[in-house]
């Protein structure tokens, strides 16, 4: 089982690689990743620097060129994939058909794998992906349970990756425009939901309140955690006329105990989301994890191991792979 | 845009909270030379944090400890950062972003020792104004492994091993102090926090109670208005 691993700066790529991490995803420092925040990623020179370390180590590093390419402006994306392909990396990770084709013609040694953005959950759409493009792997949405992904795995002939640890989205992904209502952009065009420059924190009469665009989108007491900015986990006035959730609470993915069924579903890599996090939340939950498969490919009990600290609302699920709503 | 006018906000019971009562009568501008050895030693050390700074030409920063009595204000201008000790009793510039907690958390943020997101989820962080500039410091900080040792680092090379040792002691006994503050806190306030949770259930109770009279109050207006309407039928 590889563990996939996320850096937004090449200080986060050594913490990954200190705690364990086989391979380190990231992204470079423009719209073509879907984590294009201010200050964060990689330019072509650090990252050059950064796949150099990691090779040393016996590791490997992904680049995510998972963004959809705007009509008429496709040259940003075709530069990353060239660059990508020139300084060496171990694969990229793309979502677009145009993109993917694009790789394959021009680069077609460069190990190609299919972002999580393309929303690929079905036999059908990831054998297509694999005969048309000649996809490695697939990244799964995280709309399945495990019984559904060992199903599936049965049915393609692809490595498949999945999310283990990090923020959660109620979106079908790839597909989620709800923060281009309220600022004009949204994850999949241009790399950001709820762009910063959008986000606005206020103290009021004892609460932190959270706008985006010109909506107030929560109001947290003093006493409760806090969470992402995002339109999907704002507190609305429904018919029942106080404030809830609507839509999701603030809440974090976090699947380590169900580990040993994931492996016997045979998902050949796990995946922790937090491009945009800091090192020391890198480092905790890699480690964390790099102790929970090395003990659960023994066979041993996967350890409990209290994230709580890190989690979004400080608060954690399994979300889909249980689907305990049902 | 700050608030300045917004309530401060009752400081965290923390032993930097009485570090500061102690050197509260210190002028800010004593802190000149300190400051100034750790932000040049800041940008030899760690130019990339500066570089990923650049970006932010003319955006005011006030950082403030909750727990002490002074701030600091962060800039940068014509491609240099700037850095300075403020009074907080003294009228503060304009400002597009304040960033404030507690001091060893805002310490551990600077050694990335800690993830600035938990921090906020858990509110210990607090920001407002301009959040972009805010991701972009906090990311700028993070793209390095500072060590507040290797930053105040002695100037003498045969002293250095001494100093670095003293620092990290220091900085143990910081953190070590920190954990018996949480203790007493929580042992002060328990009987506090049991009451209080009372309160809270007793409250609860109180609003349910109001939640069903209200539906009651609904069925009884819609079965009076349903009878009137009848008799107004019969009519």
New interface residues.
């Given amino acids: 089982m590889e563990l996939v691993c996320p850096a937004g700066t090449p200080a986060s790529l050594r913490a990954a690689l200190d705690a364990g991490a086989d391979v380190v995803y990231v992204g470079f420092r423009d719209e073509t990743n879907a984590r294009n925040f201010p200050g964060l990623n990689f330019s072509p020179e650090e990252l050059r620097e950064s796949l150099q370390k990691a090779h040393d180590m016996g590791r490997q590093v992904y680049v995510a060129i998972n963004t959809y390419p705007q009509a008429g402006n496709l040259d940003p994306w075709y530069k990353a994939v060239d660059n990508a392909a020139r300084i060496g990396v171990d694969a990229v990770i793309l979502a677009d058909i145009g993109l993917l084709d694009y790789a394959k013609r021009q680069h077609p040694e460069l190990r190609r794998h299919l972002s999580v953005q393309a929303s690929a959950s079905n036999p059908e759409s990831i054998n297509f992906y694999r005969s048309a493009f000649d996809v490695q792997r697939v990244v799964l949405p995280r709309v399945l349970t495990v019984r559904e992904i060992g199903e599936l795995i049965k049915e393609i002939d692809v490595e498949t990756e999945v999310f283990a640890f990090g923020g959660m989205c109620v979106m079908a992904e790839g597909r989620c425009s709800l923060s281009s209502y309220a600022t004009g952009k949204s994850p999949n065009m241009n790399g950001v939901c709820s762009p910063a420059s959008h986000v606005e924190y206020e103290q009021r009469r004892g609460k932190l309140v959270s706008r985006l665009g010109e909506f107030t989108i929560n109001s947290f007491p003093n006493d409760e955690a806090a969470g992402y900015p995002t339109l999907c986990k704002g507190r609305f006035v429904g018919h029942t006329g106080d404030p809830s959730y609507l839509f999701e609470e603030p809440t974090s993915l976090n699947v380590m105990m169900m580990l040993p069924e994931l492996i016997q579903a045979g998902v050949r890599a796990l995946k922790i989301e937090g491009r945009q996090r800091g090192k020391a939340y890198v480092y905790q939950v890699v480690s964390g994890y790099r102790k929970a498969i090395d003990a659960a490919m023994k066979g041993e009990p996967v350890p409990f191991i209290d994230m709580g600290n890190i989690t979004e609302g400080t608060r954690s699920t399994a979300g889909a792979y249980e689907k305990n709503w049902r | 845009m700050y ?1 300045k006018n ?1 309530p401060p ?1 009752v400081p965290p019971f923390t032993p930097m909270l009485f570090a500061g009562f102690l050197i509260r009568p210190i002028p800010a501008f004593s802190f000149k030379p300190v400051v100034k050895h750790v932000l040049d030693r800041m940008k030899k050390l760690y130019p ?1 944090i500066f570089s ?1 700074l650049a ?1 932010l030409e003319n955006t005011n920063f006030l950082i403030r400890p909750t727990d002490l009595h002074y701030s600091f204000h962060l800039s940068v201008q014509e491609g240099e950062t700037h850095v300075e000790v403020r009074d907080n009793s003294t009228e503060h510039p304009e400002f597009q972003a304040v960033i404030s907690g507690p001091m060893l958390d805002l310490i ?2 600077l050694e ?7 921090l ?4 210990t962080l ?4 301009d ?10 900080v ?4 500072v060590s507040l040792v290797d930053v105040m680092g002695g100037p003498v090379a045969f002293m250095k091993p001494g100093f670095d040792k003293m620092l990290s002691k220091i900085g143990s006994v910081f953190e070590q102090l920190e954990r018996d503050f949480v203790t007493v806190q929580q042992s002060i306030l328990l009987p506090a926090a049991r009451h209080m949770r009372e309160v809270d259930e007793e409250l609860d109770r109180m609003e349910n109670r109001m939640m069903k009279m209200d539906k009651e109050l609904v069925k009884v207006k819609t079965s009076l208005k349903k009878s009137s309407q009848q008799v107004q039928g019969a009519r």
């Fill in positions: 608030n917004a906000r990339e990923r970006i551990r943020l990335g020792r800690v993830d600035g997101d938990a906020f989820f858990s509110r607090n920001i407002e104004g959040t972009e500039a805010v991701l972009t410091l906090r990311n700028a993070d793209s390095a492994d």
